[in-house]
T-cell receptor
């Protein structure tokens, strides 16, 4: 049973660059959420997508954007990278929208901004 | 928005003893409370969850209790083992979508 997958595993960028992170949900899951986890802290909610529509957005600047594709995979884009964007970016999938649905996390993408 | 506070930030227990982690939440509309375990360099893994219509839930050595009136919930691990060493996160959400996490508790089980 394949779990949530994310790519790439690690990424090093410099300030001002752009980055795209990818996520494939568990088969049959239609909802994908993105979280940012800074070292030593709990994950912070960035976006949720369900059926290709944005269903929620956390307190992140407009430099952060995302989309969901017809196959329910998702991309997170971050423009004009700042040093403070260095973090583990986690993707979580669930069968459908609604906070009461269990969310299963992927292994994350470790982003380092120099 | 929802604010989740988690205590303690670190917890060291002797193997075989119990560990208890407590969380409080601010939004009375929250109705789903999962607990995740994250080992170093690994993904958060759901270990147990509870919904607001239930006061307690057990799964082998792990139990979670919820007090809706006081807006707090707790994780109890009995007969701790070295493999229980990890960072544990509590979270809360409403029927929308967003999990609000606590800051985490680093649990160390001493052999």
């Amino acid at each position: 049973d394949a779990g949530v997958t994310q790519s790439p595993t690690h990424l090093i960028k410099t300030r001002g660059q752009h980055v795209t992170l990818r996520c494939s949900p568990i088969s049959g899951h239609k909802s994908v959420s993105w979280y940012q986890q800074v070292l030593g802290q709990g994950p912070q909610f960035i976006f949720q997508y369900y059926e290709k529509e944005e269903r929620g957005r956390g307190n992140f600047p407009d430099r952060f954007s995302a989309r969901q594709f017809p196959n329910y995979s998702s991309e997170l884009n971050v423009n004009a990278l700042l040093l403070g964007d260095s973090a583990l970016y986690l993707c979580a999938s669930s069968p459908r929208t609604g906070g009461s649905d269990t969310q299963y996390f992927g292994p994350g993408t470790r982003l380092t901004v120099l | 928005g929802e604010n989740v506070e988690q205590h303690p930030s670190t917890l060291s227990v002797q193997e075989g003893d119990s560990a208890v982690i407590k969380c409080t939440y601010s939004d009375s509309a929250s109705n789903y409370f999962p607990w995740y375990k994250q080992e170093l360099g690994k993904r958060p893994q759901l270990i147990i969850d509870i919904r607001s219509n239930v006061g307690e839930k057990k799964d082998q050595r792990i139990a979670v209790t919820l007090n809706k009136t006081a807006k707090h919930f707790s994780l109890h691990i009995t007969e701790t083992q070295p493999e229980d060493s990890a960072v544990y996160f509590c979270a809360a959400s409403k029927v929308d979508y967003k999990l609000s996490f606590g800051a985490g508790t680093t649990v160390t089980v001493r052999a």
